[in-house]
Every structure is written in structure tokens, then in C-alpha cells.
């Protein structure tokens, strides 16, 4: 990872301590305060029970076992029953509400993580693959998830009881105390040496993994492509070397995992023998009973026993701390596009004007390529603008400024008078319905699919947007109809059928500015006609820009914008751009040309305006 800030995520966090990544979950946790109570009482009632069995030991060694120490013994053993009661009590308590705990920060985690994702604009997409975004909320949600909810109850648990165990050891023999708290800092010093590369290395395993999991997404999305090129082996054999990388990355974690739990393991057995050692020494010279090196030796057995879990669970909390830092670069990544602190109000009822002011635009990726090179114009209230002109003109680029997912560099954006740069982008975007090229339809029934841009609507609504989009026909023929499942990116339907669905959900919004981005592309000749016939009563009374190639589209539009360059190069009429014999009639007449050549092929001519690919 890059110094400062990620490669893949602008929210990129700063080198932190070894758990210092885990901050991010705290505001989610001590919303539950009542459970965290709860938990801490739990657990003191478990320690507590755990460290009187020493004591009770020690009574039985030192006085149980004289001629008449069977009543000693019987009392002891039976006050040892209730302590194990209290002991499975408050364990079972502690382990409920501290893993449910766990399992409600996380589910509060990952929905904040995914309603920040809404909330961020395109150009962090752009910079951002999907498939590593989907492993972020699901592959480090899960990781800080098992972590956070089984890990930070052992956690809590071995610190109470080392605590305790430190305390009563002290009680029970300073000497002996001594020599175990001077081990300590021996121990704890390489742990938290090693938790750091731990750390170091749990980041870049999920890292790797992220990048397997996108380059999965990426190629299932594509599976068609890839088979239809018969790259399958290819994409496999790939897979397969992001695979290997994530799986290599996980092993060097393990691996000063597996070090780190060693170390731990040898320096705290050790220091308990020595203890022992130095224990009985002082039994066979009569300073302390036998009972009083038992009690000591469980006290510091249950203290080693525990700073050994702690070690364990250190090395998963530095593995968790990565996944953490992954999330928190997320949570903390800014919108570039965002509700301004006063925003100014859309004027009521709307009308649909729209004015751009010497916009000047450039994509973050393509920041030596201006898009958009200074462009005015100005579009009345009801009228039809075409926008036209070769590939990469910039044709697309004033559709997603208009609907704000990026900002100009420089110039002025307005609808209904309004600066859209001081509106509220929700209430900006109320206004306009979006007919893209590639529509997007979602995995669930065809009704929810139009339904999407307008949630309230009726059935009878929906049925009524689907018949003016010419839609209606096909779906009623769907095994269940309206109700019927379209699979992940509406994959059972054909594009055309796609379009007209998305056709279907523009008209159901109702909003007075539409914008088609070629909206009838995608269709045979007779549905385009049927739907081309919709989408006009639809535009009647509507503001209208509309990206096009055919002339069936543009030569009913109230005046055409010809771009080349990102700036207007021609504007005017069908008819007064032909007589202007400029960028226009040339591409018009290259449109003729196939028509002309479709028709001698005996097919209906398709006319466009120019022989290249949709921007």
C-alpha cells in the first residue's frame, strides 16, 4: 500500500499502530453500552469463580488431609460445586453477549460501509474495482466479524483472569511474584514486535484476496465474452495466479502467526517451570507450605495460561486490524459530489430549463483530455435537443454532468435557473429520468425492475408505463408475468427487452426532464417504431436531450447540437445543417450510404447518423 493513501481507495488510511486500525469499529460498539455491561459483570463473575479454586486447593492440601480433615475436605468440595455453577453461568453469559455483541457491531459496520458506497460519486468507481469492493464487505466484514465477536470475549476473559492471577500471586508469595512480573516485559516485548508484522502481513493477504475475488467477479460478469473467445483456460490459468498470490500472502501471515504463538508458548512455559523450580526450593527449606506453592503454581499457571491467549488473540486482532483499516478506508472516503450545508431549493412546480455556462470538464482519469472544452447552450422548457457527432465527442459526458455525477472544472450547470453545484443532487435528480444505452436491469421480478425509479407506484401504473414502452406484450408472455425473475443483470431477457424495460421505467418516474442516451438502439426496426411512437407522446410538454445517430430520432428534435472535440462545432435544424454541408452532412451522408446498401441487400434500411460506435 502506498504511503498516505491506497492505490485502489482515495479513503486510504495512514500507517497506524498495530491495533490502531480497529478505532473505526469502536463508535459502533458503545451504542450498545447496556450489553457491554452486561458482558463486563459477566466476566468478572467468571474470573472471580475461577480464581477462589486455587484457594480452596490450598485450604484442602494444607488442612484436609489430617485424621480429621474429612469435614474440611466435604466442605470445600461442596462449596466448589456452587463455584463451578457460578462459573458455567456467567461463562455462558459473558460468551451471549459479547458474541452477539460482535455479530450487531458488524452488522451495523457493514450497512454503514455499503450506505457510504451509495453515497460516493462515480469517479471513486472509476478508480475502484467492483470485485475488490464486494470482498471488503464481505471477506473483511467476515474476517473483523470472527474476530471482533469470539476473539474479544477471550480477549476480555484472559485479561481478567492474568489480572486477578497477578494480584493473588502477589497475595499468596510476593518473592515468587516477583520473579514472574520481571518475566513479563520479556515476554510481551517480542509478541507485540511480532504482532506488527503480523499485522503488515494480514493487510496484504487480504489485499491479494480482494484481487482474486474482483478478477472473478470481473470474469463471470464476461463469461459470454470469454468463451465465445475461448479464453477459458486463459481466464482460469489467471484466476488460478491471483489465487496462488492470495494464497501465498495468507501463508506468510500464518506463518508469523504460527512464530509469534511459539514464542509466547516457550517464554511463559518457561518462566512457569522456573517459578516452580525456585517454588519447591522454598517448600524443602520450610518458607512456605505445600499448599501455598499449589495455590501460587495454579495462580501463575492460570496468568501464563492467559498472557498465552492474549498472545493468540493479539496475532488475530493485528489480522482483523487489516481487514478493520480496509472498512475504515472506506467509511472514511469523501463524496466529491454532496449535499451542499444550505442548498438552495428546485423552484415548484418545475419546468424543465436547462443552461450550461462555459463548461469546461475533465475525467479524473483522463486529466490531459478535456471531455468538454467550454460549451454553452441553453435548452427552453419542452424543447428537443439532439445531440450528435462522432465518438468521443462529448456527447455522453453533458449527460452525467447534467445529472451531477461529476462536477465541471469550470463553468455553470443549471436547471430551472438553479446552480445544480448548490441543489440538492436527490432533488436535482427527482427531476430527470435516464434512458442509458446499456440498461440496467436488476436480478429481481420485471415489476420491481420498472418500479425501481418510482417505488409507490401501483401495478396498474406499472402495467401502463410497460404498455406506452411496448413491453407489455413480451412480459404478459414471461412464465409468471410481471412477476417473473430476470436473473443478475436481467441476463433472461433479450436487449432489446432490456431497453424497453428501462424505457418502460423512465416513463413510470414521469419526470420533466428526459434524457435518452440512444434509447432505441437496441431494438428491431417494428418495436423501434412502436417505442419511438411512446417515447413521443412521452416527450410531449417534456424537456428532452436526447443522444442519437438515427434520423428517424434526430429530425424531430426542435434543433441539433453537432460536437466534435468537446465543443459545439454546429447547431441548428435537420435541414440547416445539411445546407451548411459541414461536420454534419458528411455524417449524414454516410448514413445514406448504408441505408442505401442494406436496402440492395434486400434488408429495411436502419439508418444512422454515423457509422461509429455509440459514445
Known amino acids: 500500500m502506498a504511503r498516505g493513501r491506497d492505490k485502489k481507495n482515495p479513503g486510504a488510511a495512514r500507517p497506524k499502530a498495530p491495533l490502531g486500525s480497529l478505532r473505526p469499529l469502536i463508535p459502533f460498539a458503545v451504542v450498545y453500552r447496556g450489553r457491554i455491561l452486561a458482558a463486563f459483570l459477566a466476566l468478572l463473575a467468571a474470573s472471580g469463580a475461577t480464581l477462589v479454586v486455587p484457594i480452596a486447593l490450598r485450604r484442602v492440601i494444607d488442612h484436609g488431609f489430617s485424621p480429621d480433615g474429612q469435614g474440611v475436605i ?120 511480532s504482532g506488527r508484522g503480523v499485522r503488515r502481513r494480514s493487510r496484504a493477504a487480504q489485499d491479494r484476496l480482494a484481487d482474486a475475488s474482483a478478477y472473478a467477479a470481473e470474469a463471470v460478469n464476461a463469461i459470454r465474452t470469454m468463451q465465445a473467445f475461448g479464453m477459458g483456460r486463459t481466464t482460469a490459468a489467471r484466476f488460478g495466479e491471483a489465487s496462488e498470490n492470495a494464497y501465498g500472502a495468507a501463508r506468510d501471515s500464518i506463518q ?32 512456605m507450605t505445600a499448599g501455598q506453592l499449589s495455590q501460587f503454581v495454579l495462580y501463575a499457571v492460570f496468568g501464563a495460561s492467559a498472557l498465552g491467549q492474549l498472545s493468540e488473540v493479539y496475532g488475530e486482532l493485528a489480522q482483523a486490524a487489516g481487514a478493520a483499516e480496509r472498512l475504515g478506508e472506506i467509511l472514511a472516503a469523501e463524496p466529491a459530489i454532496r449535499v451542499p450545508a444550505d442548498p438552495v431549493p428546485m423552484p415548484v412546480p418545475a419546468k424543465g430549463a436547462v443552461s450550461f455556462e462555459a463548461v469546461r470538464f475533465l475525467y479524473p482519469a483522463r486529466p490531459e483530455h478535456p471531455s468538454l472544452d467550454g460549451i454553452s447552450f441553453t435548452i427552453a422548457p419542452g424543447e428537443r435537443v439532439a445531440l450528435v457527432g462522432p465518438s468521443g465527442a462529448g456527447k455522453t459526458t453533458v449527460l452525467q454532468l447534467l445529472l451531477r455525477f461529476y462536477d465541471p472544472q469550470t463553468g455553470l ?99 420533466p426532464i428526459l434524457l435518452l442516451d440512444e434509447a432505441t438502439s437496441a431494438l428491431d426496426a417494428e418495436s423501434e417504431r412502436a417505442v419511438q411512437a411512446a417515447l413521443d407522446t412521452l416527450m410531449r410538454g417534456r424537456t428532452t436531450l436526447v443522444i442519437a445517430h438515427r434520423l428517424a430520432t434526430i429530425r424531430k428534435a426542435d434543433r441539433i447540437l453537432v460536437l466534435d472535440g468537446g465543443r459545439i462545432v454546429e447547431s441548428g435544424t435537420h435541414e440547416s445543417l445539411l445546407a451548411q454541408g459541414a461536420l454534419y452532412a458528411q455524417l449524414a451522408a454516410l448514413q445514406f450510404t448504408d441505408a442505401l446498401d442494406e436496402t440492395a441487400r434486400g434488408k429495411e434500411p436502419r439508418p444512422r447518423l454515423t457509422a461509429l460506435p455509440a459514445e
Do not use: H
Open 256 to 287: 508469523a502467526r504460527a512464530l509469534l504463538t511459539g514464542v509466547a508458548i516457550f517464554l511463559i512455559s518457561a518462566s512457569v517451570v522456573g517459578v516452580m523450580w525456585y517454588g519447591a526450593q522454598g517448600v524443602l527449606a520450610g518458607t
Open 413 to 511: 450547470i443549471r436547471v430551472d435557473g438553479i446552480d445544480i453545484a448548490r441543489a440538492d443532487p436527490d432533488a436535482l435528480r427527482e427531476r430527470l429520468a435516464l434512458v442509458p444505452q446499456d440498461p440496467t436491469v436488476f436480478s429481481g421480478s420485471v415489476l420491481e425492475n420498472i418500479r425501481y425509479g418510482r417505488p409507490q407506484a401501483t401495478e396498474a401504473q406499472v402495467q401502463r408505463a410497460a404498455e406506452l414502452a411496448n413491453a407489455d406484450g413480451f412480459i404478459q408472455a414471461l412464465p409468471q408475468g410481471y412477476a417473473t425473475t430476470v436473473g443478475e443483470r436481467g441476463v433472461t431477457l433479450s436487449g432489446g427487452q432490456r431497453q424497453r424495460v428501462a424505457i418502460a421505467r423512465a416513463i413510470l418516474k414521469d419526470a
Open 74 to 193: 466435604d466442605t470445600y468440595f461442596a462449596a466448589l460445586i456452587g463455584v463451578v455453577a457460578v462459573l458455567a453461568l456467567s461463562s455462558g453469559a459473558r460468551y451471549y453477549t459479547v458474541v452477539t455483541l460482535g455479530e450487531r457491531v458488524v452488522a451495523d459496520l457493514r450497512t454503514a460501509v455499503f450506505r457510504r458506497l451509495t453515497q460516493l460519486d462515480p469517479a471513486f468507481f472509476d478508480r475502484s474495482l467492483s470485485g475488490e469492493i464486494i470482498s471488503r464487505l464481505t471477506a473483511d466484514a467476515t474476517q473483523v466479524k470472527a474476530v471482533f465477536g469470539v476473539s474479544i470475549s477471550i480477549l476480555l476473559r484472559n485479561a481478567f483472569l492474568f489480572s486477578g492471577a497477578v494480584v493473588m500471586m502477589v497475595i499468596t508469595s510476593p518473592r515468587l511474584s516477583i520473579l514472574v512480573l520481571a518475566a513479563i516485559p520479556l515476554i510481551v516485548f517480542p509478541l507485540i514486535l
